[in-house]
């Protein structure tokens, strides 16, 4: 996932004021206690500061779109989730000019002080740290955290809140206690409607962590199958997103959730998301590789349900396309199990097809074959020498050091090659008749 953290506060080691005493000290760290409440406590005072009470009412008591203002529908498609700055520090992303350029939203973007955005980015920071975080837990910090992101207009107040949530659920025991409750889930899953691209990159990054943790799976799938909308919220994201960091956040997001609850595989099999998903390779194909790589395995996967591979038929056009552009690229021979994938989905589409494919990709697959083939012949020739290099070295009784040095193959065998290069000859011998 796209994860970052501010960098650490700068400290002047020399000066007595930053001796702490150690019935003040975190654990063993050199952290406050009473500083790292100060600093929960300007988290919670600056929702206050950044929200008026009438604009909360508005904001938050009638708004049509899950309690955030405006509604998605009131954003400009492709704008919304612009490219991100640095990241790193407030100020080496220029917030205002950021946000307010890549957003379109009805209500005006308020902005943190930046005494309070440095402050509050220290906390994120050192959120990281296990005995920091326990205390923070121990201090009701995930409650109140949520209860600010939930209530603020602010979106470098929220980004900066969900992030240290997303520090915080890192450490599966802290999650299992506080990230398993259904109100809470419901909560975070409420993020995905802002519009705003890094609440997003940090909400899917939190809603990642925590799926992962197996003691607090089962709540989140069974939360993420009865909210509905969360399909939806994603699709808006697939389809709108220029934000290279936030693609790669759901498209890893959605690999991991449909690889591995099947129940919501078959729900969520949908052509709306293959269509979405097919929209996003479009964004990525020259960005993140990795994350188009990780597209077509999710892909792949609406292949194993009879529901899915209906939409995968009826999307044909379109993923012939992605496909297509995706075996073009000089990386697919390194990405064994991706390419495998978009491999196995043209198998799919010819075994469900009578006319054949949609797109002409057979230049695409031969090109594709004699790269394989040589990448095969090259990984024989590797193993040949080794085992060479293996019969003389026992030859001359060093029987130990062959053992440890060559293995018997080389460290450059690919054993996906062979078995992709069997794909391709088949889906060429098949698109020649």
Known sequence: MADWNPPPPERDEGSASNVVPDKDRIGDTVFSKAWVLSLLVKAVKAVDSSTSEPERESAYGSSGEGGKPGGKEEVVKGEETGVRGEAGSAAGRKEGEEREGHCTLATEVKELSEDIE??????????????????????????????????????????ICVGILGNLACQEEVCENNFA?????????????????????ETTRLIYTCVCHKSVFAEWINMIKVTTSVQDDLIFVLKSSTNEDLLK?????????????????????????????CEACEQTKLSSFDATCTFVLTMQLFATTASGTAVIVDC??????????????????????????????????????????PVDILPTLRTLKTRLESSVSKDQRTISRSHDEHDGLCQQNRVAECATSTGMESPDFDPLAEKMLKMVGELVQRLDR
Not at 324 to 347: K, N, P, Q, R
């Open 316 to 357: 044909k056009e379109e993923l012939c396309v992605v496909l297509a552009e995706y075996l073009c690229s000089v990386e697919v021979v390194d990405h064994g199990a991706a390419t495998m994938a978009a491999l196995s989905l043209l198998i799919t589409l010819l075994d469900n097809l009578r006319m054949g494919l």
């Open 249 to 277: 956040n759901v498209a890893v997001l959605l690999d991991k959730l449909l690889d591995c609850s099947d129940e919501l595989l078959n729900d969520w099999a949908t052509k709306d998301l293959l269509l979405a998903i």
């Open 181 to 201: 409750n259904t109100e809470t889930i419901a909560s975070i899953l409420l993020l995905l409607k802002n519009t705003d691209p890094l609440v997003l990159l």
């Open 118 to 159: 440095n402050d509050l980015c220290q906390l994120w920071d050192v959120s990281m740290n296990e005995d920091v975080t326990k205390y923070l837990v121990d201090h009701h910090a995930v409650d109140l955290l949520l209860e600010v992101a939930s209530r603020s207009d602010a979106p470098r107040l929220i980004e």
